[in-house]
């Protein structure tokens, strides 16, 4: 077995046979995944290419790249496809992991760079972030590139290609996400040479052909933004949007101690095992080399630094993730395999072992007794469990890395079999199928007017009903001249649960549900 795991190609082959499933059967999630499709529709629609507006309100949020990406998709298929905007997710995480890989090829075995990969492809949500259709990933993953292609060049290993790689590298992540994309590597490297007592040398990375490089890039996109959007596109996009938020975000506020929280669940199952680890490392000073020292200044310095901006979410960290799980490795190969490393793995590994148990559980407070209606899960947490006593019994043997390895592959194989029960959550997934429902009705009644009532961001369904359905108040729902007839309205179930005036209101009309979403039928 391990002679094919050791074979690097057919392993990322497997990695993402694991994913390819899901890929190809979820529904897009009506948050963001929708708001970025309906807004590259209308950027098709209005000939934009710098400029972005969701439903005609400017959206100035992210960078043009990902929307670009989106565009291309419809442009080239006629439709958003899944498959295809996945890649964007989930290459760069390959490429991610690929890079690390080889960043530390000289101090960790083949083996131990294995462990590498699927901790940090398994990591809570560094999974998650290249399962979803964000830009995330795409910059964690050229924010890792600039920063290895500095390292490179700091170490003497760097080729002539290298001083402009690292300014291309870091506008990319720019313009893929936004400020955070020069945030970190200057940040980090920054710390690094300050650290080294080398900061004089700033220049030499931070000099004037990487300014020029970043400021003819940058200055190509404003003027862009400018000719199309006008000033108040500019200063939404250059101030609004970085200065703002740093400093009293209008948008994910969180306090200091944030990121103190969410790395505990954003890492998981390896957060105890990373951070118990970091934890000895530091208080035993094993630091020692300049590759060790540089994964500590990214890890803390982005910490610390995206901790002191107002607006948070836990995804922010994500390109702190793979500095956090291979200075672990780093580490443990260093401190040997302690007692104590045993028992930080074995707590999310029994854990593992109650997803069956707890699957039956569950099954008897919700009323339910017919495990027949979803065999892919019941099927998902026996291989769960199995996957958690089985690595409990290579904890118990004291053989640590087959633990590990065993954990690793056993979820990324527990991905790829829940895969198959994704079909049966789309409609609580997404609003795809309520949607071609909702059209069918309205082409039997020859055509009708679409509402949404209490629904967040539903007016993005305008992807699947080619126009943008009205917004209505509650009490719009009982006025006689708002809703023109015949209509459908949507709404989903914690707007019924919590309103009396919504229950009245469809307590005589045909109502469809799909999931959690309904649409109601207005003559």
């Known amino acids: 077995m391990d002679q094919y795991i050791n074979n690097k190609t057919l392993r990322y082959i497997l990695y993402s046979l694991a994913f390819l499933p899901i890929f190809i059967l979820r529904d897009f999630t009506p948050d963001n995944e929708l708001r970025y499709l309906s807004i590259a529709d209308e950027a098709l629609r209005n000939g934009s290419v710098f400029t972005f507006t969701n439903h005609g309100l400017i959206y100035a949020d992210k960078p043009p790249l990902y929307l670009w990406i989106v565009m291309l998709g419809k442009s080239l298929f006629g439709y958003h496809s899944m498959a295809f905007l996945s890649l964007f997710s989930f290459i760069p995480a390959l490429v991610t992991i690929f890079v690390m890989d080889k960043w530390v090829s000289r101090e960790l075995s083949e083996n131990e760079r294995l462990i590498g990969q699927l ?32 390292f490179r060049i700091h170490s003497g290993e760097g080729r002539p290609r290298d001083s ?38 700033i220049g030499h990375y931070w000099g004037w052909k990487t300014l020029g490089i970043l400021l003819l890039l940058c200055g190509a996109w404003f003027a862009g933004v400018y000719a199309e959007g006008g000033n108040q596109y500019l200063n939404n996009l250059l101030f609004k949007q ?10 994910h506020q969180e306090p200091f101690y944030y990121y103190f929280v969410s790395i505990w669940y954003s890492l998981a199952p390896w957060s105890l095992l990373i951070i118990g680890i970091l934890w000895v490392g530091f208080r035993n000073r094993i630091i020692s080399t300049d590759l060790e020292r540089f994964f500590v200044v990214i890890a803390l310095s982005t910490f610390v630094t995206l901790s002191l901006f107002s607006s948070k ?45 707890g699957f039956f559980i569950s099954r008897i407070f919700t009323g339910s007794n017919d495990l027949n209606t979803t065999p892919v899960i019941l ?15 290579y904890l118990v043997k004291h053989q640590l890395y087959s633990g590990l390895k065993t954990m690793g592959a056993g979820i990324l194989l527990s991905i790829f079999t829940v895969s198959f029960a994704v ?11 309520l949607c071609s429902q909702a059209i069918d009705t309205a082409s039997k009644k020859g055509g009708v007017t679409y509402y949404y009532c209490e629904m967040s961001r539903a007016e993005n369904i ?44 469809i307590k005589d009309k045909k109502v469809s549900r799909t999931g959690t979403f309904y649409y109601v039928e207005i003559d």
């Open 379 to 393: 099927i998902t947490t026996l291989l769960v469990s199995g996957i958690g006593v089985l690595t409990l019994n």
């Open 119 to 150: 901790m940090l492809l398994t990591a809570g949500f560094f999974i998650g972030t290249a399962l979803v259709l964000r830009m995330d990933m795409l910059m964690c993953m050229f924010i890792v590139l600039a920063l290895y292609t500095f």
């Open 462 to 505: 305008d992807v699947y009903l080619g126009v943008k359905p009205t917004k209505v108040r509650i009490k719009d729902l009982y006025a006689t001249d708002v809703i023109k007839k015949p209509a459908i309205l949507f709404t989903w179930n914690k707007a019924i649960e919590r309103n009396d005036s919504i229950q009245v209101f």
């Open 164 to 201: 402009i790689l690292f300014p291309l590298y870091v506008f990319m992540a720019i313009f893929t996400k936004g400020p955070i994309g020069i945030i970190v590597p200057l940040t980090s490297i920054a710390a690094f040479l300050l650290l080294k007592k080398e900061f004089r040398t």
């Open 423 to 433: 079909p049966h959550f789309n409609p609580i997934i997404g609003l795809n199928q």
């Open 313 to 357: 979410l836990a995804v922010y960290l994500l390109p702190t993730f793979p500095f956090f799980v291979y200075l672990s490795l780093l580490w443990m190969k260093k401190l040997g395999t302690r007692r104590w490393m045993y028992i930080l793995t074995g707590i999310p590994a029994a854990l593992l072992c109650l997803a069956l148990p």
């Open 242 to 251: 970085t200065v703002n938020r740093a400093v009293n975000s209008f948008h």
